[in-house]
């Protein structure tokens, strides 16, 4: 996992001054609470709490950024739905994440990550439909893809990819996901490696395997009384 494997924790930020001021690009992750989305992000690190995991919905209220290379970073959002959650914290996650949404200069696409049982609620839409008229791209991850059977994840990713045509003219993709099962990591790294600007390291061939050498450790020596017989 080339892409994020090297990420580290640079900053968090609670009030829209603090952003840091030395990004070229980054991209951010929001999802419905307990959608996935910190274990996405722990998944495409190759770490185990990159991303903290807190069975709190809503946990989290500020930007997390992580530095992925010199000025290109990613980007935690708080998660968003959580029912009980006082007042004063959904209007503080309105007043931040709003804003970042739509102003901040280096943000060149959106992850969002939706269960795959239960994409698009009314949050999701509403959070995508603030985001659509920056122009930039937005890629879909239906995580939790395993909890689903083959033909049903098909179901769902056909659903999803027509909502997505219904949207018109833009850059916006979809893809399962699954951080108990690890795949679709190299989908998702493809994707937000060609939005930041950094390039992937060719995948390496894999070795073929020949048959052994005569002498080596993996040839078999002829038993005795198994060799071939001299003529006389």
């Known amino acids: 996992m080339p892409l994020f494997q090297n990420a580290i924790f640079h900053t968090t930020v609670a009030n829209l001054r603090d952003l840091p001021d030395d990004a070229i690009s980054e991209v951010a992750f929001a999802g419905r609470s307990n959608a996935g989305k910190s274990s996405a992000i722990n998944t495409l690190a190759g770490r185990v709490r990159l991303a903290f995991v807190s069975k709190t919905p809503g946990r989290t209220q500020h930007l997390n950024y992580f530095t992925l290379a010199a000025g290109k970073y990613f980007v935690d959002l ?11 914290i959904r209007t503080q996650w ?3 994440i ?4 739509s102003r901040r200069g280096p ?10 049982r239960r994409p698009f609620t009314d949050l999701d839409r509403n959070l995508i439909d603030w985001f659509r008229p920056t122009g ?6 239906l995580s939790k893809a395993d909890k689903l059977s083959r033909q049903d994840q098909t179901k769902v990713l056909r659903a999803v990819k027509a909502e997505l045509a219904s949207w018109g003219e833009g850059a916006y993709s979809v893809q399962l996901f699954s951080s108990l099962k690890k795949t679709g990591v190299e989908e998702a790294e493809a994707v937000l ?14 070795e073929k395997k020949g048959p052994p050498d005569k002498g080596s450790p993996g040839a078999k020596m002829p038993q005795r009384g198994q060799g ?3 003529g006389r």
């Open 78 to 88: 708080p998660g968003y739905g959580y029912a009980k959650a006082p007042e004063e």
């Open 94 to 96: 309105e007043g931040l």
């Open 98 to 101: 709003g804003p970042y949404l």
């Open 107 to 116: 943000l060149v696409g959106l992850v969002v990550i939706m269960d795959c």
């Open 136 to 141: 930039r791209p937005i890629h879909i991850l």
């Open 193 to 206: 490696a060609g939005w930041l600007g950094i390039e992937l390291p060719p995948k390496k061939a894999p």
């Open 228 to 230: 071939t017989r001299s």
